[in-house]
Every structure is written in C-alpha cells, then in structure tokens.
C-alpha cells in the first residue's frame, strides 16, 4: 500500500527543477500555482517573444536550456500555447534565461541570442532542447554551440565571434537575477498576465490560467 501512494504523489504531483545539481522537487498544485502572486512583468524590447506584443495575454517563460523539465514544457506546453493561441492573436509567447544550472547553462543561453542576431533565435533555441544530454556532460560545450550554429545555417563566422566575445553574458546574468528578484526559484516558471505558475504543470493548468486572463480582458 505505501508503494502505491508513493507512485500515486509521484504521477500526480508536479515537478520543480530547482537547488543544487537540479534536484527535481515535488509540490501539490496549491504549492506549483501562484493563485495570490502577481507580478507587474511585460515583454520589453530585450526578450525574444513570438505573436503580436499586443496581445491581450502575455505569457513568459523562464528557462534554462539543460533542464529537462523546460524540454518537457517546450514539447507539450509552449508548441500547444503557440498553435492554440498565438496564431490567433490572442496571446504573446516569450522566453527570458532563467540560466542556473552551470556554465553549459550560460554558454547555450548566449548563444540562443547570438542566432538571434541572425533572425534565429527560436530555430536555436528548439535544436537546443533537442540535443539535451544530462547537466554539464558536454553536450553545450562551446564547440558543440558552434557545430549548432552550422548545421542551422548560421553565419558562421559572426555566430563564432559573438559567442567568443560573450556579447551576451551581461544580458543572460540580469535576466537571470531578474526572475529570482520576482520570484522564479527553478525552471520552468511562467507569467501569465504577470500570475506565476511554477513547474512542469500539464498545458490543461496553463490553458486554464490563459483563459481565464482572457476572461478578464
């Protein structure tokens, strides 16, 4: 019987990556939702968003590029936010580096923007979730960012040199200490409307907080 609660929590609970070396963190939904937190946070010129600024319901994501939950919420949440609502102009999309579980961390965040000086910072961002290979195993080292950036057709000698020079490391670091001034504590963590809602959560938990924004609207 202990077993089978214990593999109950674990289906049913959310998941927080958070703390040293990302342990993964287990929160019931009261703990994962913000439903008293509200943060006054709107996309500005520096973050990378798709769909029209403008749209009534803005929804920004903290995250870091080795955290296997965030490629578990770009897979089932973001794609599911972007084809639902995006396209219809209901609802922007955003991302800002929430960069802290080491310096693979760092180096993938700023090269993510180093293809945006290309127009390609969503196309890197996806190939970045889809080569993931454990924390600080290799997988985003500086060589393999630029192999990255080849095969993404990149300019390759402009990609190298931003990368090399750290253009965006000062970017990455405010960014960063910007969400944990507003409460991020792990990844992924999302403002709907400036409503945070922290972890894993299925996309039924983010549709619900998109509509009823739009409710409000």
């Not at 922007?92 to 180096?107: K, N, P, T």
């Not at 290309?118 to 060589?143: C, I, M, R």
């Not at 190298?160 to 504590?185: F, H, I, M, R």
């Amino acid at each position: 019987p202990g077993a089978i609660i214990i593999a109950g929590i674990l289906v049913s609970a959310s998941v927080l990556y958070s703390g040293a070396g990302g342990t993964p963190k287990l929160a019931d939904n009261k703990a994962v939702i913000g439903e008293d937190q509200k943060v006054d946070i709107t996309i500005d010129k520096e973050t990378n968003f798709i769909g029209d600024r403008s749209a009534p319901v803005q929804v920004i994501e903290f995250g870091d590029y080795q955290c296997p939950f965030c490629e578990r919420y770009f897979s089932q949440v973001q794609k599911s936010v972007v084809s639902e609502y995006v396209g219809s102009g209901k609802v922007a999309f955003a991302w800002r580096d929430y960069a802290f579980l080491g310096q693979e961390s760092i180096w993938s965040a700023q090269a993510a923007h180093c293809a945006g000086d290309q127009n390609k910072f969503w196309e890197y961002h996806d190939y970045l979730y889809s080569h993931q290979n454990g924390e600080n195993k290799g997988a985003f080292t500086v060589p393999n960012l630029k192999k990255f950036a080849v095969a993404l057709g990149l300019n390759v000698s402009k990609f190298n040199s931003c990368l090399d020079s750290n253009k965006y490391q000062s970017l990455v670091s405010a960014s960063t200490e910007y969400g944990s001034s507003v409460g991020v504590s792990g990844t992924p963590a999302t403002f709907i409307n400036g409503k945070l809602i922290v972890g894993a959560v299925p996309y039924a938990d983010i549709k619900a907080a998109i509509e009823e924004a739009l409710s409000k609207k």
